[in-house]
């Protein structure tokens, strides 16, 4: 089972970069992508079920802004889109497939970075999005949590740590929130499980020559339950052609649906 997760900044963007061209050679089970920025209205047949796959939604109500999706080769046993909190849900950021006893989730974590109102909103978002994550770790079904969680988590994860520690992103509270994830809750970053080397990231800012000189974020994860993360078998960033400004995360799992 081959799962991909990406934030496309912009369906339509990545799909014009040669994102779903790319996307046939992939031989991937599910695809789990973030900020859409697009209503499932106004995008094309072959963006909403590109190749063999379907796809399954949660928009933002905001045109334009956020959202999250999964394409899958396989039909789903349920779909669940929201969180069930208003204020969350109308961001577009949470949508779940059941497939047996497995579940995989496309999600979208705030960024705080545009200001305190922002930041404040992401802090809201982790709060009652934790004990979510609890019950999930005790339902008894294997889960895999794919998308951008807008926070890296160890000095490791980003190539400027000294100069971002008050920054969105590395703040002391976001990364002892993501250690419990981990620690208390048993959950297991499954990319950190197989790959420990530095200078690993998924985003990379558009200012400057961050990319070019690979100063990066790894932001965007696979966060899996044990039982799913133990069967991982190989790991890869994908960073030879650029469809966003964050890049493809590809897990491979001995697991068939």
């Known amino acids: 089972m081959r799962i991909i997760t990406l934030n496309l900044n912009g369906v339509r963007s990545a799909a ?5 061209q790319w996307l046939k050679m992939q031989d991937a089970d599910l695809v789990c992508v ?3 920025k697009a209503q499932t209205s106004d995008i094309t047949a072959e963006i909403l079920a590109p190749d063999s796959y379907h796809g399954y939604f949660h928009c933002a109500e905001k045109r334009g802004y956020s959202g999250v999706g999964i394409y899958s080769r396989h039909e789903p046993d349920n779909v669940i889109e929201g969180l069930g909190i208003p204020e969350i849900d109308a961001e577009g950021r949470f949508i779940r497939l059941d497939f047996g006893h497995l579940s995989v989730i496309s999600i979208y974590f705030p960024s705080g970075s545009s200001g305190e109102h922002r930041q404040a909103a992401k802090f809201f978002f982790m709060e009652r999005f934790f ?5 999930l770790a005790d339902c008894g079904s294997e889960i895999i949590l794919c998308g951008d969680w807008n926070i890296a988590h160890k000095e490791i994860d980003l190539k400027n740590w000294r100069s971002n520690q008050k920054n969105s992103g590395f703040l002391p509270e976001e990364r002892i929130w993501l250690t419990g994830v981990f620690q208390e809750l048993g959950f297991v970053d499954v990319f950190r499980q197989i790959n420990v080397e530095p200078e690993q990231y998924t985003w990379w800012s558009n200012r400057g020559q961050a990319w070019a000189k690979n100063v990066g974020w790894r932001i965007d994860y696979q966060i899996a339950t044990p039982g799913i993360a133990a069967k991982a078998n190989a790991v890869a960033i994908y960073k030879t052609e650029r469809f966003s400004d964050h890049s ?10």
């Open 131 to 135: 004990p979510m994550l609890k019950k």
């Open 248 to 257: 493809p995360l590809i897990i491979d799992y001995d697991y068939n649906l």
């Open 16 to 20: 014009s970069k040669g994102f779903f």
């Open 34 to 36: 973030q900020e859409l």
